[in-house]
């Protein structure tokens, strides 16, 4: 399927198409005050962080498909400057997807959804107690991306102050994603749990940099087994293990590389078992044994 954006006529189609597809997406809850002093609390999924120094985060509250209309949380950024940017943590989503509600102007989202306020050191806009992390934002500028329904808003936020919970942080001094226990939203009626065996690890490309899938040797770049993504944890070595190292592997390791199988077969297989070495992230091993695996025996 192509869509080209521009010109389609199904706009709800496209929306759903570009959220399902361009996910998952980290969660904005959004405290913010109008010029008379009520309070408003909206989640927003168009939202990251732009910069650390000076620390940028930006969100969209896009005007509605449906009716063509901004939201409060834009109308009240728009009078007074300011917001309190707090992040979701499992514990507290439905919370968050009730505040999510269309309540009329005026209404505290903090009441409605049961989210407590805690007065803010800096701006006017509390926050939320129940966030693991809460960042106090002046806005410097809305850019606004159009005037038709669902055209972006974009608010960027200078960080003037964050308070992080201590349990998010690990002995390390690290924010722990599986403490932190974060939502994300997907399409539809999908988020997805940022814990467990959704977080995994991947090691940064080395310095100086890899060699590169195109210089990996054509039996192993070519390998029937071997997927894109083992090729690429490969790759991530910056030179071929010695010689002597290869050699040494196979006379200190002869069991790992015995089959009765011959030809195709018997490299598939050691390939195989090379790609187990590279999830247990033994790279250096895996290595060993494919370079073995090419010789003839």
């Not at 309070?39 to 990251?48: A, I, M, Q």
């Not at 505040?99 to 939320?128: C, H, M, Q, W, Y």
């Not at 972006?152 to 924010?175: D, M, P, S, T």
Request: proline content about 6%; overall charge negative.
């Amino acid at each position: 399927m192509t869509v080209d954006p521009r010109t389609t006529e199904d706009k709800r189609a496209l929306h759903d198409l570009l959220l399902g597809a361009v996910s998952p997406r980290p969660i904005a809850l959004a405290s913010t005050i109008d010029g008379d002093g009520h309070v408003n609390l909206s989640p927003f999924s168009f939202f990251n962080i732009f910069g650390t120094h000076p620390a940028i985060l930006v969100f969209s509250p896009s005007r509605r498909v449906k009716g063509n209309t901004t939201k409060h949380t834009l109308e009240n950024i728009l009078e007074t400057k300011e917001v309190v940017i707090n992040t979701v943590s499992y514990s507290m989503v439905e919370q968050v997807s009730l505040a999510s509600s269309d309540f009329e102007r005026g209404v505290n989202e903090f009441v409605k959804s049961g989210l407590t306020e805690v007065p803010s050191s800096i701006v006017r806009p509390p926050r939320v107690n129940e966030s693991p992390v809460s960042f106090e934002c002046r806005v410097l500028e809305v850019k606004s991306m159009g005037a038709e329904g669902g055209a972006g808003n974009l608010v960027i936020c200078e960080v003037l102050l964050i308070h992080a919970r201590e349990y998010i942080f690990n002995e390390q001094g690290k924010v722990d994603p599986h403490l932190m226990d974060n939502v994300a939203r997907m399409g539809g009626d999908y988020y997805c749990r940022v814990k467990g065996d959704a977080v995994f690890e991947l090691p940064k490309p080395v310095i100086p940099v890899g060699m590169g899938i195109d210089q990996l040797p054509a039996a192993i770049r070519n390998s029937t087994v071997l997927t894109g993504n083992n090729l690429a944890r490969l790759a991530n070595l910056h030179h071929l293990p010695a010689p002597a190292e290869v050699e040494a592997f196979a006379s200190e390791f002869s069991h790992l590389l015995n089959t009765s199988a011959s030809g195709q077969v018997r490299t598939d297989i050691l390939h195989r078992r090379a790609q187990e070495y590279l999830a247990q992230g033994e790279i250096k091993r895996a290595w060993l044994l494919l370079l073995n695996a090419d010789h003839k025996h």
